[in-house]
């Protein structure tokens, strides 16, 4: 995000309201505490630094997630950074359960530019949202298009946390290249051709001729393992037999 808000960090800044005092620390987390003398007050997290909130390339807001357990979800936190003459905490709501909304007021964010996104991101991320806004200005690409491009730059720029379908589809790729270059999936495969050779002419030795289903997985990988199984049995087949000879 914008390198001057990072002064706020290691920095808390609290609010009460009735008989609860709240309090926001910039890119760590917001706590509830209840100022009553109970035995069993309420003290907990209502959020830790999550991502921003980005709309119109600007920043408007700081999410809060995965603070304590409320019902079946978890408490998260919106915290909307407005003008002000100094920094504090002005303003706490609950617009719904378990989900909060802090006004944090600060002189850091009353520039007309000190919330731009595009100054932020790296040469590399830029030059990627220049990409898309001409495709766009082409009619190449749908506004859809173009958010979802948006999107996905915010969240390579660490911007945005990825969804969890997002990181399983990561994932998934990551395992799909494996094989980095044409050579090493061509030397992988030689290496297992070479293997199957090998383990047909064990069982040639054993006068066993392999036969493959034609309606099974054919994967270089999958006949080498069905091979082994073979070779295996056979190999133990031969060691009880030679055993009950004895």
Known sequence: GPAHLFRLAGKCFSFVEATYKYEFCPFHNVTQHEQTFRWNAYSGI???????????????????REGDSCETKSRQTKVHLVCGKSHKLAYVSEPSTCV???????????????????????????????????????????????????REIFEEGGLLKATEEKEVEKQS?????????????????????????????????????????????????????????????????SKGEHLHGD
Not at 119 to 146: F, H, M, S, V
């Open 173 to 237: 790729k990551k395992k799909s290249l494996e094989f980095e270059t044409v050579e090493k999936c061509s030397k992988e495969y030689r290496e297992l051709s070479e293997e199957i050779k090998k383990l047909k002419a064990l069982l040639g030795q054993h006068g066993i001729a392999y036969k493959g289903n034609s309606a099974e997985n054919t994967s270089v990988e999958y006949v080498s393992h069905k091979l082994a199984t073979a070779v295996t049995t056979v190999l133990n087949g």
């Open 46 to 64: 209502l959020g830790i630094w999550h991502e921003w909130e980005i709309d119109n390339n600007t920043f408007v807001g700081m999410w809060m």
């Open 100 to 150: 909060y909304s802090l006004t944090f007021e600060t002189p850091l964010v009353c520039h007309p530019h000190s919330l731009l996104v595009y100054p932020t991101l790296n040469e590399a991320l830029q030059r990627k949202w220049d990409d898309a806004e001409q495709l766009l200005y082409d009619e190449l690409i749908t506004d859809q298009g173009y958010k979802k491009i948006l």
